[in-house]
């Protein structure tokens, strides 16, 4: 519950004086944690306890003890969010970053509007508006505020805690453009989804893969990536998609960079970073009641479900959850327990297969232990890190060697150490993989509720019935929670609608039409199909064509004459293509809604 208004409110500025009490209390405040802080465009002294800086004509009061780092000066400074700082320019090609960084405070990014940084940009990034360096209404998704404040060029990106968010969004007020200012407008594809040439892993990730891969606080850049991928002797990377507690900032981990790699054979296996063991010292902790740390564990899943939905990593892909060491009681393994099994079953109801990632001796020891345990839903794939350099996946005494044995194993066998090749430097930790489809099949779209009709009609509030159920269903799989699909349209629903639409580029009603309804029918992998496939893609392109043409299309996997001569018509009819050939291009212009 947000606070009462006090009687007498304070100024944003007035109220950054106290800030730094709680950063410290959460961070463990140093003012060395750099090596020096780095000069700004400028920097002075506010008020007692802030001071002001500024860049490209972007001035804001920050705390008084936060680091200043210019990364122009100061180019392969990690761009880090676990002890408080504000980081002005461009982050650089490379980085400093320790590999095994976990943990967040608050912090702040402004740099300029370029081509690279727009990537970032998603639906829920807020734009000022003309003659404005501040949004107040801006969402925070993920724990991230992301401002565009299009006067100034530059692009706002705050990181903050469930505890810090008001003290972040007290800085962001503080936001004035100065003369300085020159303006830099987006580009008007920045956040939108693709439409003739989808970005998207060329599929499931990491997939079926033996061998060796690394995994690092901040994804590199796509030139460090294609050097590594020539010399080194790794083909997978571990990238954190979401979760409150990363450590580390992510310039470079955008749906392109994920195109890009997974085109270039690199397999990518996301992290999760979130809610910590609550027998930690952790400033973010799951609870000790095992129902609420369940239900933590499905609200983590829904987050990561929609962060690699952005970034293009589809269903069928295995979404590891970060849960560092503990000293491990019968309480704290229950909870964390428990929070791994609303883990999974949330990732298993919107198609994703769910991993751990744990220390062997703690977090993975436990959950063999309870390997067979009902009252919990095991993890489909383990992520483990035991430090005794051998690149297997052996799991010793910690797990029997005939528990998550069908190809569902990472050995994180080496930890904290750089490496260079092709004259890119990275700091990581090493990592073995034996992975495949083992654990439970998840349905790449919906269960639980008939999907096909002839026609799918307007649904909104109010709306009740069969296709309410379907549209709730299809929502709740796409990582926006509807409720249980009980074929009512309510504010659950309402509210999931319009979130999908907001992250699909669509108008934000809350009303599933068919626009909404074919981004949400089409939704899976990227799969290719064109007469004589069948299966499940083929459903899918059938329920999909049927709400974007408005007719009925035969829904019985079958990829036929009637499926062939729609395909062709809905290619005419929006400009692509015309081939019959159902390939990323159609599959993304189905999937935007279009």
């Known amino acids: 519950m947000s606070p009462q208004p006090s009687p007498h409110p304070r100024s944003p500025r007035r109220r950054l004086r106290s800030a730094t009490a709680l950063l410290a209390v959460l961070g463990g405040l140093g003012a060395s944690f750099l090596s020096a802080p780095a000069q700004a465009s400028e920097v002075r002294d506010a008020a007692a306890g802030s001071r002001t800086v500024a860049y490209h004509g972007y001035r804001l009061d920050v705390p008084a003890d936060w680091q200043v780092v210019d990364l122009t000066e100061n180019p392969r400074a990690c761009v880090r969010f676990d002890r408080p700082a504000v980081y002005l ?70 990181a903050h805690t469930p505890a810090t968010e008001d003290l972040v969004r007290e800085v962001l007020a503080t936001a004035e453009l100065t003369s300085a200012a020159r303006r830099t407008e987006l580009p008007r594809s920045a956040g939108q989804p693709a439409t003739v040439a989808p970005l998207a892993a060329a599929g499931p990730q990491p997939g079926s893969y033996l061998g060796k891969g690394f995994d690092a606080c901040a994804a590199p850049s796509t030139a460090a990536m294609n050097a590594w991928q020539t010399s080194s002797p790794y083909s997978a990377v ?7 507690f990363r450590g580390c900032s992510q310039p470079n981990l955008t749906a392109s960079w994920v195109t890009s790699q997974t085109s270039n054979g690199w397999r990518l296996f996301p992290i999760d970073v979130g809610r910590q063991a609550p027998c930690t010292s952790f400033s973010l902790k799951m609870s000790a009641d095992p129902a609420t740390a ?220 068919p626009k909404t309804w074919t981004a949400l029918l089409s939704r899976g992998a990227a799969t290719v199909v064109q ?7 083929v459903t899918r392109l059938q329920r999909a064509l049927t709400a974007a043409l408005g007719r009925t299309v035969g829904i019985d996997g079958s990829f036929g004459p009637a499926t062939d001569q729609a395909v062709r018509d809905y290619q005419s009819s929006r400009g692509l293509t015309v081939d019959g050939i159902v390939g990323a291009g159609t599959w993304g212009a189905l999937q935007a809604g279009r």
């Open 89 to 158: 320019g461009a982050p650089g090609e490379q980085n400093d970053c320790p590999a095994h960084l976990v943990g967040r405070t608050a912090g702040i990014v402004v740099e300029p509007i370029t081509a690279r940084s727009a990537g970032q940009v998603t639906a829920a990034t807020a734009r000022a508006q003309r003659g404005r360096a501040t949004v107040p209404s801006a969402v925070s998704s993920d724990d991230t505020v992301r401002v565009a404040v299009e006067d100034a060029g530059v692009l706002v990106t705050a």
């Open 238 to 244: 571990g990238v954190y998609i979401s979760g409150s």
């Open 294 to 513: 369940k239900s933590q564990g499905v609200s983590a899943a829904a987050t990561a479900i929609t962060a690699a939905s952005n970034l293009g990593i589809p269903a069928g892909s295995t979404i590891y959850s970060d849960i560092e060491a503990y000293t491990s009681t019968a309480s704290c393994k229950a909870a964390v327990l428990s929070y791994l099994s609303g883990w999974t079953e949330r990732l298993h109801s919107g198609g994703y297969l769910s991993g751990f990632y744990s220390s062997a001796a703690s977090g993975i020891k436990d959950a063999a232990a309870e390997y067979d345990n009902s009252a919990y839903t095991r993890v489909d794939h383990l992520f483990y890190a035991w430090w005794n350099s051998a690149a297997d996946t052996n799991t010793g005494s910690y797990v029997p060697s005939t528990y998550w044995a069908n190809h569902q194993r990472i050995h994180q066998y080496v930890g904290e150490v750089t490496e260079s090749y092709g004259g890119y430097s990275i700091n990581i930790d090493r990592d073995y993989l034996d992975v495949g489809a083992g654990g439970t099949s998840p349905t790449p779209t919906c269960s639980g509720a008939n999907l096909n009709f002839s026609a799918y009609a307007t649904v909104q509030s109010g709306s009740s019935g069969e296709l309410v159920k379907a549209a709730q269903c299809l929502l709740t799989a796409a990582g926006y929670s509807a409720g249980t699909p009980d074929g009512v349209f309510g504010t659950a629903t309402a509210t999931a609608a319009r979130n999908f639409q907001s992250a699909k580029g669509l108008t934000a009603d809350g009303v599933v039409g």
């Open 531 to 537: 007469s004589g496939s069948s299966g499940e893609p």
